[in-house]
């Protein structure tokens, strides 16, 4: 009663001096867009079942709320892109699900990473390291060209020092030893090698059970269920087999030639890991890239169409888990969810995520360093 008294008041214009809204008539506009919602029915924007889904179980008031902090959060991103450059992360990749907006992880950057690395880690993803281009358009030292320290190349970007320099990919890369662009995405691949060896060696030991078959449960007239049975854990991919075998493209833990398992495949193609079960006669293609996030879209979409083109088998039904880490630490929501589907647990799951984004954080940190240094020298880096 009170509610209806006061918004037919601030809808006859008596809303106070100098202002020009109202709460009562922010939560009516808000009302007519729940109704419009709950008319409509909720959408699955992603997945292979997108469309309307059915409508889960939600109070009007939590709808309300919920409405409302979407619309204060869309008029927080909305002035954003009038910036030029600190708004190139909204724009990043469609896979990234606006990752880094939402990310909790801030209280751990300020608690336990350096602060040079924090520093370095705000400054590329806001773009304003002190790259060349930077540098020319802050007008430091007026009229001197600011060059890549390796290709001499004038006025590059972060993103051409971080992943892109010609010096690293045409040079670099053939002489002997392992350039900085796959110093980093090897370090990134051997924490999906750790966690995924682990569930291995956890599969392998365990005792296989039986499928549990449904039960019927009579409960008497007038009564009720005192205890549910409880849900069987879904099993993942990796959890179905005791004989997987796994190899990964790592130098440093190779002890013989790298190539993927021919009995699966007869391929010249080598993808960065393989996991293989020859009784459920199942195979995991692993690929990983380490790509500016700008990027992350058009290397997944490569590496995805070429091994579904070149890996094929008759006798194995092959999975292809393509991922991305971005250079700058950032994460598309791809890794957590191949993770679940591999059967680690969500709190694993949490940590190969965490693990990787501190990794290549890290390994590009010494990348941004070194930008100077044609004598690069790769060492084991660790969480």
């Known amino acids: 009663m009170v509610f209806e008294s006061r918004l037919r008041k601030d809808a006859d214009g008596e809303i106070g001096r100098g202002r020009t809204d109202s709460i009562c008539l922010e939560i009516k506009r808000l009302e007519s867009q729940v109704d419009f919602e709950i008319m409509r029915g909720p959408i699955r924007k992603a997945g292979s079942k997108q469309g309307l889904r059915a409508l889960p179980k939600i109070s009007r008031r939590k709808k309300l709320i919920e409405v409302y902090k979407r619309k204060k959060e869309e008029e927080r991103i909305i002035p954003l892109h009038a910036y030029q450059m600190q708004q190139n992360w909204i724009k990043w990749s469609p896979l990234l699900g606006r990752g880094m907006e939402k990310s909790i992880e801030w209280g751990k950057i300020m608690t336990k990473l350096s602060a040079r690395l924090v520093k370095f880690m705000m400054n590329g993803r806001q773009n304003t390291l002190p790259s060349p281009d930077n540098l020319k358009r802050w007008n430091v030292k007026a009229g001197k060209e600011f060059k890549c320290g390796l290709c001499s190349q004038t006025f590059v970007t972060a993103a051409h020092i971080l992943a892109g320099c010609p010096y690293v990919i045409n040079k670099e890369n053939k002489a002997p030893g392992t350039d900085r662009y796959t110093w980093r995405h090897n370090s990134v691949l051997s924490v999906i090698r750790k966690h995924l060896k682990k569930k291995i060696q956890q599969v392998n030991s365990s005792v296989k059970k039986a499928p549990r078959k449904k039960e019927i449960i009579f409960v008497k007239e007038g009564q009720k269920l005192k205890q549910r049975p409880e849900a069987q854990k879904p ?55 380490c790509p500016m996030e700008e990027r992350m879209d058009y290397w997944h979409l490569l590496k995805k169409n070429k091994y579904q083109e070149e890996l094929t088998s008759d006798v194995y039904s092959i999975y292809y888990l393509i991922v991305e880490v971005g250079a700058r630490g950032v994460l598309p929501i791809t890794l957590r969810k191949e993770m679940r589907k591999m059967g680690l647990s969500k709190k694993e799951a949490n940590s190969v995520v965490e693990e990787c984004k501190l990794m290549a954080t890290r390994c590009s940190f010494v990348i941004w360093c070194q930008r100077f240094n044609p004598e690069f020298t790769a060492t084991e880096m660790k969480i």
């Open 235 to 289: 099993l993942g991919m990796l959890d179905k087999a005791q004989d997987l075998e796994y190899d990964f493209d790592l130098p440093a833990e190779r002890k013989r030639s790298y190539q993927m398992h021919q009995k699966v495949c007869a391929t010249t193609f080598i993808p960065d890991g393989y996991l293989v079960s020859h009784v459920e006669k199942k195979c995991v293609v692993i690929e990983l890239t």
